[in-house]
């Protein structure tokens, strides 16, 4: 089902004509309300009325983190703190987090923009919406909450943890969607298992996972694991929190971005560049509706690449591809680069190990070492040493050929790798410190 048909369907003429109203009359208000957008808009020598359309959009100064923090907490709201209704902030692991504010009407519109997500992965009204992510200053327990609700679905606000309870609550209430991050899924999975129940007797259909990256063989497991769909989510709480693109349930491949709310854009993310649609770069993006929190050509650094190819569901918005990995996830491995989702492809095809792993970055003087671990199975935990041997040299020349880079791959017993309830941490990079 598309939700809001009228938008999600507007040929792209129309749309381009919207983006570009929009856009114009964003750009007057940042300029206007904001001290800091005006100073970098002067410093680059581009003024309101240089940006006519979305032809121009290039023309604007990118946003970073780094402006954000230097704005902390609320420098960048474009309207009196009075007329925001919600606060959000990232994990801010390092250092302070990064604020984002809401007014009404941007509640309004992220509730429509998750009902659209939820829509799109094949939720409905009458669907028991089990959501697992995190309640609190995170955007993705209340974002989903609210668009679950808009649906007219009937929300089961769990949050994450108490993985048991969590499950008895899914058997006895009869939940057919399941909202959380993809290594909790596969936590969820792995107890399901434990306590003996069988997921193809609850009534489960769908899971709409996103909030950290995941590979296309992760997927595969999932969805074999939990015997669902399991479907794509994306967004970052300085857009707008989750639902700024989710994939369809008819097409599978790749996610809408909901154009009619944000403009993307794919940069090559050394130069700034910006690159044609199917090219590989950093996601950049201007939200052209929000109140409170707007941002302008804001860097994600996220990678993937935008797919305007036509989609079998109707919907007229481009698509954006899974996300390979983020510029600052990148390891840089004896000067060849790795992204930990490309290790995770090839350890998920693997049918001997669990997808449970770490990765351990390290220096042995001037050489960076690479350690993955990783659980084995059950199975063939009771094998011979050789066998095991044989099973880590196999690892580690489809890791050698996939990415060219040697690496030791320690199997270790199953269930030692810590779990995940959220975003999971896998890489553990010790050269930093
Ligand atoms: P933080 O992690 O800093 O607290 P957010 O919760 O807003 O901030 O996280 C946003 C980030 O999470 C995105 O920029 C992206 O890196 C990652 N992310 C979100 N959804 C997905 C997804 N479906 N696939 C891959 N990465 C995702
Ligand atoms: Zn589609």
């Not at 009902?115 to 309640?135: E, P, Q, T």
């Not at 036509?310 to 600052?328: N, V, W």
Request: aromatic share 6%.
């Amino acid at each position: 089902m598309i939700f809001n048909e009228e938008f999600e369907t507007l040929p792209r003429e129309a749309l381009e004509a919207l983006q570009s109203k929009r856009l114009v009359s964003l750009v007057q208000r940042v300029y206007d309300k904001v001290p800091y957008y005006r100073e970098q808009m002067d410093k680059a020598g581009v003024g309101p009325t240089d940006i006519k359309g979305i032809a121009d959009l290039h023309k604007l100064p990118f946003t970073t983190k780094e402006d954000l923090r230097l704005n902390y907490p609320f420098g960048l709201f474009t309207v009196p703190l009075d007329e925001v209704v919600r606060i959000h902030a990232s994990s801010g692991t390092t250092g302070k987090p990064t604020v984002v504010g809401y007014t009404q009407k941007d509640i309004e519109t992220w509730a429509e923009l998750m009902a659209r997500s939820l829509a799109c992965a094949g939720a409905h009204k009458g669907d028991m919406v089990h959501n697992a992510y995190g309640y609190g200053l995170f955007t993705g327990g209340l974002g989903a909450h609210y668009g679950a609700e808009r649906l007219g679905a009937t929300v089961i606000p769990v949050s994450g943890g108490n993985t048991k309870r969590q499950i008895m609550l899914m058997q006895d209430f009869a939940s057919s969607v399941l909202l959380c991050t993809p290594s909790y899924a596969l936590n969820i999975a792995e107890v399901m298992g434990e306590m003996g129940v069988d997921p193809a007797s609850l009534k489960l259909r769908v899971g709409i996972f996103g909030a950290e990256p995941w590979s296309q063989n992760m997927k595969e497991e999932i969805e074999k694991k939990l015997k669902i769909k399991a479907l794509n989510i994306y967004g970052l709480s300085e857009v707008i929190g989750p639902g700024v693109s989710c994939e369809c349930i008819e097409g599978e491949k790749g996610l809408h971005v909901f154009e009619d709310h944000f403009i993307a854009e794919i940069i090559n993310p050394d130069t700034g560049e910006v690159l044609p649609p199917g090219e590989t770069g950093e996601l950049v993006f201007t939200t052209i509706t929000k109140e409170a929190f707007p941002v302008v050509r804001y860097r994600t650094k996220d990678l993937t690449r935008l797919m305007p190819e036509p989609c079998q569901c109707g919907r007229t918005f481009y698509r954006m591809d899974r996300i390979m990995g983020r510029t600052d996830d990148m390891l840089i491995i004896r000067g060849v680069n790795v992204f930990p989702s490309q290790i995770e492809h090839v350890l998920m095809g693997v049918e001997e190990v669990e997808p449970h792993y770490i990765i351990i970055v390290d220096r042995d003087g001037t050489l960076d070492t690479l350690e993955v671990q990783v659980e084995i199975n059950e199975n063939i935990f009771s094998d011979e040493i050789k066998v095991l041997e044989g099973l880590s040299k196999r690892i580690q020349g489809e890791i050698k050929d996939l990415l060219g880079v040697s690496c030791k791959v320690k199997l270790v017993e199953p269930k030692t790798i810590q779990r995940s309830e959220g975003k999971a941490k896998r890489v553990i990079d010790n050269r930093k410190l």
